[in-house]
């Protein structure tokens, strides 16, 4: 069972990432502060959950929390600062946006950037541990496949509305035969060696 709470503070906010490990996309931070008393019986680490599952928990977690919020780094981003840098500037822009402002944060992982001075605590698996975290988790991923999607349909050969950026063997047979587009991340290894582009 998840819990509802690490610091004791009421305004605890649960931050976890999407898409560190695509090939293409933002990396998408959610920020999330529930009540005190907050319980769910399906909520968990969104990689635990099917796509049915997020979308219903999107619903009520929208509905339910005292403040959420969604920050993005683009691949620019994750290019120019690599994609370590570029997930706490999504959690930053998230944190920025959140209001009311947390008294707390609980960081999903083993490391954190802060930018200002509110205490904070890193969590390992997190998502699987805090119901605030768990709750980020599925605002993150459900946003970013959602924005995957939308790309999907402009841009035909990736199959981003299925692997939504991952390196699948089908995106990396994509990116051989039709090249890189302005959302792949030219700093990561899109293609193995011996089919590098030149």
């Not at 083993?110 to 768990?134: E, M, W």
Request: proline share 6%; net charge positive.
């Amino acid at each position: 069972m998840l819990l509802p709470n690490y610091s004791g503070c009421v305004l605890e906010a649960g931050l976890d990432e999407a898409g560190r490990g695509c090939l293409a996309g933002p990396v998408v931070a959610a920020a999330v502060i529930l009540p005190p008393d907050y319980k769910h019986p399906l909520l968990n680490d969104s990689k635990k959950l099917s796509k049915l599952q997020r979308e219903a928990l999107r619903v009520d977690i929208v509905r339910d929390a005292v403040a959420w919020a969604i920050g993005e780094a683009t691949p620019a981003e994750i290019d120019q600062i690599n994609i370590l840098n570029a997930t706490y500037l999504a959690m930053h822009r998230a944190i920025e946006v959140l209001q009311p402002e947390p008294e707390y944060l609980l960081i999903d992982g083993n490391r954190f950037h802060a930018q200002k001075t509110t205490p904070y605590a890193c969590i390992v698996k997190g998502d699987g541990k805090y119901l605030s975290i768990a709750a980020a988790s599925v605002l993150a991923k459900t946003y970013r496949d959602d924005y995957m999607c939308r790309l999907a349909g402009k841009y035909k050969n990736y199959g981003w509305e299925q692997n939504a950026g991952y390196p699948t063997v089908a995106h990396r047979q994509a990116i051989a035969q039709h090249g890189t587009t302005a959302h792949h991340r030219k700093s990561f290894k899109l293609l193995p060696e011996q089919l590098k582009l030149f």
